[in-house]
């Protein structure tokens, strides 16, 4: 399985992205996709998520508000609109797959990872 992740990129605080990631490979069935973040010298920290089977979304109280998780199920991809950016929200953007019941926020329930995807916001 190959998660796919696209859309960091340098913007200015108050500026607004949009991640992607698309899956690909294996014969799994999704339960949910999630985004997480890795900041330098923090651990990996949980953003939002969605369950792949009736959209309920999940988000950190640092999300709400300013971030908005959606799904495609027929490409298989989610995405991450990010508004209102802080330069707080700086770090490497990973996807995430769950093939299992769990919890959304914890990081150790997720099967599958994308390889990251940078976010920079500049003062």
């Known amino acids: 399985v190959q998660l796919q992740a696209s859309g960091g990129g340098l913007v200015q605080a108050g500026g607004s992205l949009r991640l992607s990631c698309a899956a690909s490979g294996g014969t799994f069935s999704t339960y949910g996709k999630g985004w997480f973040r890795q900041a330098p010298g923090k651990e990996r920290e949980f953003v939002a998520a969605?369950?792949?089977?009736?959209?309920?979304?999940f988000y950190a109280d640092s999300a709400k508000g300013r971030f908005t998780i959606s799904r495609d199920n027929a490409k298989n991809t989610v995405f991450l609109q990010m508004n209102s950016l802080k330069p707080e929200d700086t770090a490497v953007y990973y996807c995430a797959l769950k093939i299992r019941a769990g919890s959304y926020y914890s990081r150790l329930e997720y099967d599958y990872w994308g390889q990251g995807t940078l976010v920079t916001v500049s003062s």
């Open positions: 969605v369950a792949w089977s009736g959209g309920v979304t």
